[in-house]
């Protein structure tokens, strides 16, 4: 890997600046087998000292690309995101650009100073104190001692440790720890941000600091790459991105069509999962425990079943039953997590909170939840679904995978929100 540091460019004005980034044809190989990546690291190292071949353009034995021929560039001011499914190269490509290890193939050229927000305090020494663990890390990310003493009282307001900061490291909490990483970080005015997932560190209040602080770095001219699972993070902060499938660059642009395409993948991954309806074998009353799930299904207003969700369309959620014996007050159950935003929680519904009394008497029957709107975004969710009274459970599906598209334009959005318009004059 090549990094070519140099001091960056004042002036925003010309109208060719080089970019601060530039990623040219980087590929990364690893070995399933941990005798064999051993074996293959002591002949690499072997044919550095020797000046032989290291063949580092084709797989050996049980070796895999986790990145192959990557090219992209990042301007400075520019935020991009960087998307894909587990196991799609996003950390490896970051500890690439990081210095943290070396690409077999390609280079990485960097004007600037890179400050990776990875993995939070994992570089901190445990037995030596805060305030020394400042002083190398900060080091390493480039400061001289004179500028980390001039930055030492902003770096500790930042992090709110005043009190433990000449304790040991290892007696800090995770948060703790995180949070003087990511402090010593955005400190070293940056050229480059790396930033893989670590903004959920500390409570709300620290978290609005950490935003507030990147923001300002970014109006300073600190270019982003932004790693996130959830697609409005992306779509919020970043302009372009790029979109990793199996270590390959699949797609990159506008982040708007990056993340459609991403979730479109995502979508035709879980197609013979995803329909919008399951249907499971009867029990018999010596299997069942009073009540069961028979099939789930979206239908419309006809009664006709649905196949996918309309965003801002009528849909009904039918449960099919049968109850063994009579229940009086049916505790019905809905979670629904968003498999493309990393399987957060989207919305929890259930019949008591709704002060809805559902009485069974034995036989079957149709549990049906009317929504005049569904206000899912686009995208595929899975949704936790059971049947309970009091404490008791009968039955539960635990993932009931359903696809919503949308003929709106709604990414940017964290739901969809019914409205009407009228001028009152």
């Not at 003493?149 to 800090?172: C, G, H, L, T």
């Not at 069974?360 to 549990?367: D, K, Q, R, S, V």
Request: with cysteine.
């Amino acid at each position: 890997m090549v990094i070519n540091i140099q001091r960056p460019l004042v002036s925003t004005s010309e109208a060719k600046e080089p970019p601060v980034l530039s990623v040219e044809g980087v590929s990364k190989k690893f070995c399933r087998d941990l005798k064999q990546s051993l074996f293959y690291g002591v002949k690499d190292i072997a044919a550095d000292l020797t000046g032989g071949r290291r063949h580092n353009h084709r797989l050996r034995r049980k070796e895999f690309w986790a990145l192959r021929d990557i090219n992209f560039q990042l301007q400075r001011g520019q935020a991009l995101g960087l998307v894909g499914s587990n196991g799609a190269g996003k950390s490896t490509l970051l500890r690439i650009l990081s210095g943290l290890i070396k690409p077999d193939t390609g280079l990485v050229r960097v004007r600037g100073r890179i400050a990776p927000l990875i993995a939070l305090g994992a570089g901190f020494n445990p037995i030596l104190s805060g305030r020394e663990n400042i002083y190398a890390n900060m080091s390493i990310l480039g400061l001289s001692t004179r500028e980390i003493k001039r930055r030492f009282d902003d770096v500790i307001d930042f992090a709110e440790i005043w009190e433990a900061i000449d304790a040991p490291v290892q007696s800090y909490s995770s948060g703790m720890a995180a949070r003087l990483g990511f402090a010593c970080a955005v400190h070293i005015d940056p050229e480059i941000l790396l930033i893989d997932e670590v903004l959920a560190v500390g409570d709300i209040k620290f978290k609005m600091k950490c935003h507030q602080r990147l923001a300002e770095l970014r109006e300073k001219g600190t270019s982003f790459i932004l790693v996130s699972h959830n697609p409005y993070h992306v779509l919020n902060v970043c302009d372009s991105s790029i979109y990793l499938k199996k270590g390959e660059l699949v797609l990159q642009g506008d982040s708007q069509d990056v993340i459609r395409q991403y979730e479109a993948d995502l979508r035709l991954d879980g197609t013979e999962k995803a329909l919008g309806w399951i249907k499971l074998p009867e029990k018999s009353a010596a299997e069942s425990l009073g009540l069961d799930i028979l099939s789930i299904c979206f239908n419309d207003k006809n009664g006709n079943r649905l196949d996918t969700l309309q965003t801002g369309e009528y849909a009904e959620l039918c449960i099919q039953c049968k109850a063994h014996k009579p229940v009086e007050n049916v505790n019905v159950g809905v979670m629904i997590s968003c498999s493309s935003g990393g399987g957060d929680r989207v919305v929890s519904i259930t019949s008591t909170a709704d002060h809805q009394t559902i009485k069974l008497t034995p036989g079957y029957h149709e549990i049906s939840m009317k929504m005049p709107y569904c206000c899912l975004l686009a995208g595929v969710y899975s949704a936790n679904i059971y049947l309970k009274e009091g404490v008791f459970s009968f039955d539960k599906v635990k993932s009931f995978r359903f696809q919503v598209d949308s003929e709106q334009s709604t990414s940017r959005s964290l739901f969809y929100q019914p409205r009407s318009w009228e001028v009152n004059s």
